[in-house]
């Protein structure tokens, strides 16, 4: 919705085919527009009679999770990583507690895997992040001024106003709106081809409506950035980079993006908000160096990644040295040479680099080469320092099962899904430790609730039905099975009778 003019980098042919994807949905939106109710495609539910009412907070919040449940099992590019998770939602968070606005939805950050600068809002509180654009970042104020940005296109309910202004039927046009902005988000070209020829006027008002928008983004934005701390001047630093990048770009964007670029007005307000203010230097976090570290890490071939890193390291030609010693890691572990990855676990160590984000890294190390005692004892460490990041936990039951500490794995399963019930992943972890300890009925049901929570109710039911037809279970346990199987059947029930009358 916003960076859009500074894509458009290099379409690959991953993100045409995503894109392409996600204009199968479109069309059948708008080829039902008339029609209003309209059923989603695949895993996205019925929005039903709601679609005449006004978007109230609660429909925009169920249409934002259904195009993130959208997201999370069809978008190749979703980065499904607690690390990277965990330190945007930190972020985005710490930025919403400052932001203006009142009873707002519980906010979800996401990163997509694109190298195309980019970040948008859905609707109900899930905003996305390209890495290309954390990469992007020059220092973490700069990031959380785009985050900031987007904060304030959700606290503001832009989406919603933007189609509430065209009176037309709204959930439709607000779905498509999302839609259309996913598919353009990387490949501006093909979505609003697609765009333009089935419904040219409307959306293309919605976008003409945007400009008021960015600018009210913008101010809210900057304040809500200067709340939590941040250097206000990060924002017009990265705006103008990223206009610059426009430039060099723009022959390839599309028409819309030309009349609505990330325009010198907005810098210029921007500079103008900014002029008064005392200069802040503000350092950046130990994680966003570790977190954009493991991104640049992860790209191309592992070998080349060391390269890079290695480089990076012998010429001294670095941001930070613990984030170049801990890429160089990372790209170690990905290329599989663990003794390197202890080396230089041993250098960030004597740096004095404490960070839950090393330790899974050394514990990894120390399990695949032989070692699972030490990793366990290294993840059970870590997590007494930073009981609450979830990729050590993940990575303890992992380390626990492959060490075939089937019990203590089931345990700590137990334990924390009481603190965490909606983890789906911890469900599936549990759902692969019952498999392991042999108890076939408990697997299922496991695997059931891993579905359930993310909304996959038919295939949950066809797991608790697997589990109905375990030879292995008591009584007590069968009726729980019974039990929530009712509850899921009339759910999926209701669900399908709201498609039935369309
Ligand atoms: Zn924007």
């Known amino acids: 919705m916003c960076f859009q003019l500074c894509q458009e980098v290099e379409p690959s042919g991953k993100t045409i085919i995503i894109a392409a994807m996600k204009i199968r949905v479109l ?19 019925d929005l039903g009679e709601a679609a005449q009412a006004d978007l109230s907070p609660q429909m925009e919040r169920k249409i934002g999770e259904s195009i993130m449940q959208d997201i999370r099992l069809h978008e190749s590019g979703y980065v499904d990583d607690p690390e990277i998770a965990g330190y945007l939602n930190r972020l985005g968070k710490k930025l919403v507690a400052q932001s203006a606005g009142t009873a707002l939805p519980e906010f979800e950050f996401f990163a997509l895997r694109d190298s195309t600068l980019n970040a948008f ?14 990469l992007a970042a020059q ?40 839609v259309a902005l996913l598919a353009a988000r990387s490949n501006p070209d093909v979505a609003m081809g697609a765009v333009v020829s089935a419904q040219a006027a409307s959306v293309q008002n919605q976008l003409n409506y945007s400009r008021d928008f960015e600018r009210e983004a913008d101010r809210l934005g900057l304040q809500t950035l200067e709340r939590s701390g941040y250097d206000v001047r990060g924002m017009a630093a990265f705006f103008e980079r990223l206009q610059k990048f426009g430039r060099l770009y723009e022959n390839n964007a599309p028409g ?29 976090s130990l994680d966003f160096q570790l977190v954009r570290a493991k991104i640049k890490a992860d790209e191309g071939a592992p070998r080349d990644a060391v390269i890079e890193f290695q480089a990076q390291v012998k010429d001294r030609k670095f941001f930070s040295e ?25 250098v960030l160590r004597h740096l004095k680099i404490a960070s839950p984000m090393v330790e899974s890294l050394a514990a990894e190390a120390r399990l695949r080469q032989g070692d699972a ?7 059970r460490a870590a997590l007494l320092s930073y009981p609450e990041e979830r990729g050590l936990t993940y990575a303890l039951v992992d380390t626990l099962l492959e060490n075939r500490q089937l019990d203590d794995a089931l345990k700590l399963t137990m334990s924390d899904l009481q603190a965490y019930p909606g983890d789906g992943r911890m469900h599936g972890l549990q759902s692969k430790t019952y498999a392991a300890l042999g108890k076939r009925l408990q697997q299922h049901r496991a695997q059931a609730e891993a579905y359930a929570t993310q909304g996959q ?3 949950a039911i066809d797991q608790l039905q697997l589990a109905q037809k375990s030879p292995d279970g008591d009584f007590y346990e069968y009726s729980q099975i019974d039990a929530r199987l009712r509850e899921l059947k009339a759910r999926q029930a209701e669900e399908a009778k709201q498609k039935k009358q369309q």
């Open 256 to 284: 819309y993006l030309r009349t609505h670029p990330l325009t010198t007005e907005r810098i210029t307000d921007i500079e103008n908000r900014i002029a008064l203010r005392p200069y802040r230097q503000v350092a950046d």
């Open 373 to 379: 005692g030490a990793a366990i004892g290294l993840l």
């Open 139 to 178: 220092s973490e104020s700069e990031l959380a001024s785009v985050l900031s940005h987007e904060v304030g296109h959700v606290t503001q309910h832009h989406m919603a106003r933007s189609v509430s202004s065209q009176g037309m039927a709204q959930i439709p046009a607000m779905v498509a709106m999302a």
């Open 322 to 346: 613990p984030a170049a010693r801990y890429g160089l890691a990372y790209a170690y572990s990905r290329a599989k040479d663990y003794a390197a990855v202890d080396r230089e676990v041993a």
């Open 121 to 134: 809002a859905l609707p109900g509180g899930f905003i996305g992040v390209h890495t290309g654009l954390i």
């Open 457 to 459: 109710l038919l295939a």
């Open 27 to 45: 069309a059948l939106l708008l080829l039902a527009a008339s029609a209003i109710p309209i059923a989603l495609a695949e895993g996205l539910p």
